[in-house]
């Protein structure tokens, strides 16, 4: 299922590209009569981009697991700056899905009688729900089924772009001396102070035209070997085209002189000026803004293949329910997928559709997890030795991109925080603060069990003759465990004060997972089965020492309760007369988050196993 540099550049490059459909658009109506400044924003856009894709390849060359930011921060800055930076992310991906389905319809809308108008935000529901089921089918599938809209985007937009600046060729003087002229009058009624601000004002509040850069570092993982080659060549195929795209567009606008439409985007009102009177120029014009909708559509993907993988690496660190760090049977988070879609449709909800008010909060949260990201990698260079060949350009680098991440952050923050801005500020602020909670109490639970069990430690010597092999005619305990800990040794310790004398042999059974803690890489299988062969190697010595005839199984999987059943049966074709016995965690008061943050794996095998008509047995490890 890994991506070759291609399809990610559709996946997650399409991020970045269709930023271009509403980023250069609100950065150009900030500038309101002062268009002449046009020309230097798109030089200052084109070498953003560059700037922090050329950061992002050092982010990939650091880190080739993947994660991105919530990975950089946590590695570079501490564990709470990378669950800010984590929680930023997650919030960002929803909104990724949220505003690239609501610009799309803006866009599709766009050449659409007004009575069909009404069906628009309706429309938005529709299409988040199609890319949920698309991507419960698998990643691969869904950009394969997309990558045709990307090309055609391309295409149209590099013929509208390079064909609108031709085709004004005669009228590069007249604009020229327009600009010229618009700044001498910009320096005698703004002064310098004022045109900067008000070019700054307009570069932060364009800050949506660089979203989606950081697709790539996050969902590393789904590249295929070698990531970090492939990763860069997708960087720069998504790089180069945003740059030229972002920075052609807002030089259009000022050559053709657009200015808004009533019921049309920006670029829609510039396919029309760009177009008319030309043969066939109006199916041209609708067919380029068209793409630019489906590819928006696309750009939404991106949401849902790194969104559930930001999610997925969080909660393998325990900040979030465990339970969604767990791998489908396709290597896709599943549950991680739906939480993106109904997010994203309670985000369309709140902002009716609105793209001006989504982007200002995209753009927050996006450049959050930008400057932390930058300023995790500008430590790490400073902390290199003097005499490291990369030391120098790395300070540099970094220091220019946390300055311009910073700004832009810092800017949109105060400009529009009473436009919505406290919003996600509130937001995020909610999800870290959850967050905290929840590692709070895994941490809490982790140190109970720990001292409940801590006098198991305390085991008889070992016999001074072994037990016989299992004999599969006798009766035998079959015991579910995780790896070596007291809530494994306490269910071994009950099966037999429960059942004293009635099983001759135990068999210790585990599901060694393979979820996105554990999935870094092509050797991942192999570690985990090392670690798992010795963790039942202790057990096997355990029930030695209390004269119990042992063996242990095992298996590798991604969906636990799946790989539990067939092993299970398995087992019991083996051995005569079983019976399983598994741990679970019980509180006292037991509440509905429990219930979420604490898996029901035991509960969902045994009714599996019933069915098969098997018992199984569920030991409680009670927690206070």
């Known amino acids: 299922m890994a991506l070759v540099p291609l399809l990610a550049w559709v996946g997650l490059g399409a991020d970045g590209l269709s930023s271009s459909a509403y980023g250069p658009e609100e950065a150009f109506r900030t500038l309101g009569d002062h268009t002449y400044l046009a020309v230097a924003l798109a030089a200052m856009t084109a070498t953003t981009v560059f700037l922090i894709a050329l950061g992002y390849n050092r982010i990939i060359a650091a880190f080739p697991q993947g994660g991105g930011g919530y990975v950089v921060g946590t590695a570079l800055l501490g564990r709470h700056s990378g669950v800010v930076s984590g929680c930023a992310l997650l919030v960002d991906y929803v909104l990724t899905i949220t505003i690239s389905i609501a610009a799309s319809t803006d866009a599709l809308f766009s050449y659409v009688p007004d009575s069909v108008r009404v069906y628009q935000l309706a429309t938005d529901f529709w299409l988040i729900a199609l890319l949920v089921v698309l991507n419960l089918r698998g990643i691969r599938e869904s950009v394969s089924v997309l990558t045709p809209i990307f090309v055609v985007f391309a295409v149209t937009h590099l013929i509208a772009i390079i ?8 009228q590069l003087d007249d604009t020229a001396v327009r600009v010229s002229n618009g700044f001498q009058d910009g320096m005698r009624t703004l002064g310098v102070g004022g045109m900067l601000l008000l070019f700054m004002h307009a570069y932060s509040l364009g800050g949506g035209t660089y979203t989606g850069i950081e697709a790539v570092s996050n969902g590393l993982q789904m590249l295929r070997e ?23 567009l807002l030089v259009l606008y000022l050559l053709w002189q657009v200015s808004p439409v009533e019921g049309k985007t920006l670029n829609a009102a510039l396919m029309d000026r760009l177009t008319a009177g030309i043969p066939g120029g109006a199916t041209f014009s609708f067919i380029t803004i068209l793409s630019q909708g489906a590819l928006l559509i696309v750009a939404a993907q991106a949401g849902f293949a790194d969104g559930p993988r930001v999610l997925a690496n969080m909660a393998a660190d325990s900040w979030l329910p465990r339970r969604f760090a767990a791998l489908s049977e396709r290597l896709t988070t599943q549950n991680g997928i739906v939480l993106m879609g109904v997010t994203a449709v309670a985000a369309l909800l709140y902002t009716s559709g609105n793209v001006s008010k989504l982007v200002v909060l995209y753009s927050i949260n996006v450049f959050i997890t930008f400057t932390l990201s930058m300023l995790g990698m500008l430590l790490a260079a400073i902390r290199r030795p003097h005499g490291h060949p990369q030391r120098r350009r790395d300070i540099a680098l970094f220091s220019v991109n946390f300055t311009l991440c910073a700004t832009i952050l810092i800017v949109t923050t105060v400009e529009k925080f009473f436009e919505g801005g406290w919003v996600t500020l509130l937001v995020t602020g909610g999800l870290v603060a959850l967050c905290f909670w929840i590692r709070r109490h895994y941490d809490d639970v982790s140190a109970t069990l720990k001292n409940l069990y801590s006098q198991l430690e305390k085991l008889p010597p070992a016999p001074a003759v072994e037990p016989p092999p299992p004999d599969p005619r006798q009766a035998t305990a079959v015991v579910l465990v995780g790896g070596y800990s007291g809530l494994g040794i306490h269910t071994f310790g009950n099966v037999f004060r429960a059942f004293p004398g ?70 019991a074709k083996d051995f005569q007369r079983v019976t399983f016995f598994a741990g679970k965690i019980i509180f006292k008061r037991e509440t509905w988050y429990q219930r979420l943050l604490h898996n029901e794996t035991a509960l969902a095998l045994q009714k599996r196993l019933y069915w098969h008509g098997h018992v199984m047995v569920v030991l409680p490890a009670r927690v206070t």
């Open 226 to 248: 070698p990531r970090v080659r492939n990763g860069k060549r997708t960087m720069l195929l998504m790089a180069s085209s945003l740059a030229f795209t972002a920075a052609g």
């Open 163 to 170: 064909g609108g600046i031709l085709g004004h060729a005669d």
């Open 502 to 571: 009635m099983y001759k042999n135990v068999v210790f059974m585990t599901i060694a997972v393979l979820d996105s803690g554990e999935f870094k890489g092509d050797d991942s299988v192999a570690r985990l089965r090392e670690r798992t062969e010795k963790s039942l190697e202790r057990y096997l010595e355990l029930a030695k020492r209390f004269g119990v005839s042992a063996t242990s199984r095992y298996a590798i999987a991604t969906d636990v309760v799946e790989a539990g059943e067939t092993l299970c049966l398995q087992i």
